[in-house]
């Protein structure tokens, strides 16, 4: 193995931006149809919780560290969010315009893209899809102000826990992450089609198909097919 070399050009990685939001809200067979545009969305700050060590002792030495469960969490801030959004932020309609507050909250998934640049590329360099299940809103604080010689536009912000899905051969998880610089693009694309859903007049070759949040064992079959 050759020396360490540190900050070569092109190996000068960060992240920035939020963009592409989508919500899908999650139907009664546990499935996420019809994907929404979260436009206006702000950022997503994501906050794991435990995989706390507890240590066990015997024979006078810390024998092992047992590991309590991760969990995955989040705070969304937003200028808006979607329609349908409401029955997660636990409103009701009860006719056009009038809703109903501090009813049963739905539980929705989530999609978004941050950028990956380098030294080089800048922020073209690629980006990463960020896929969230089970997510749950907890009621936030909404702080409406006077306008003044100053006016800033009011944001919403949501606290969101998860509840992991089922994946065969890993734990449980709430959260996929997959990064366009190391995958194929054909996989990407068809990961894509079926998050962003497809427009037939793009393409005729391809009928029209909505939006949907597939589930970890259908996203590991788009990204294991052959490109």
């Given at each position: 193995m050759a020396k360490i070399e540190w900050d070569l050009?092109?190996?000068?990685?960060?992240?920035?931006g939020l963009d592409r939001g989508v919500l899908y809200v999650r139907d009664?067979?546990?499935?996420?149809?019809?994907?929404e545009a979260w436009?206006?969305?702000v950022s997503v700050s994501e906050n794991p919780s435990g995989a706390d060590p507890n240590p066990q002792y015997a024979d006078n030495i810390k024998y092992l560290n047992l590991i309590?469960?991760?969990?995955f969490g989040a705070t969304i801030e937003a200028f808006t969010y979607p329609d349908s959004f409401a029955a997660?932020?636990?409103?009701?309609?009860m006719k056009t315009g009038v809703m109903f507050g501090q009813q049963s909250r739905k539980i929705f998934g989530l999609s978004y893209r941050t950028k990956v640049g380098n030294d080089s590329?800048?922020?073209?360099?690629?980006?990463?899809?960020h896929l969230v299940y089970g997510a749950l809103a907890t009621p936030s604080e909404k702080g409406y102000n006077t306008v003044n010689e100053t006016p800033e536009a009011m944001t919403f912000s949501w606290e969101i826990t998860t509840t992991p899905v089922e994946v065969a051969g890993f734990k449980p998880t709430a959260m996929l992450?997959?990064?366009?610089?190391?995958?194929?693009?054909?996989?990407?694309?068809?990961?894509?089609?079926?998050?962003?859903?497809?427009?037939?007049?793009?393409?005729?070759?391809?009928?029209d198909a909505d939006p949907y949040l597939p589930l970890?064992?259908?996203?590991?079959?788009?990204?294991?097919?052959?490109g």
């Open positions: 050009i092109g190996q000068r990685f960060y992240e920035t009664d067979e546990g499935e996420y149809p019809l994907g436009n206006g969305l309590s469960r991760e969990e997660c932020d636990g409103s009701k309609e590329t800048g922020e073209d360099y690629g980006y990463k899809i992450v997959i990064e366009t610089t190391a995958t194929n693009e054909d996989q990407i694309a068809a990961l894509e089609e079926a998050l962003y859903g497809v427009t037939a007049s793009v393409d005729p070759l391809i009928a970890p064992a259908e996203v590991i079959q788009i990204m294991a097919a052959d």
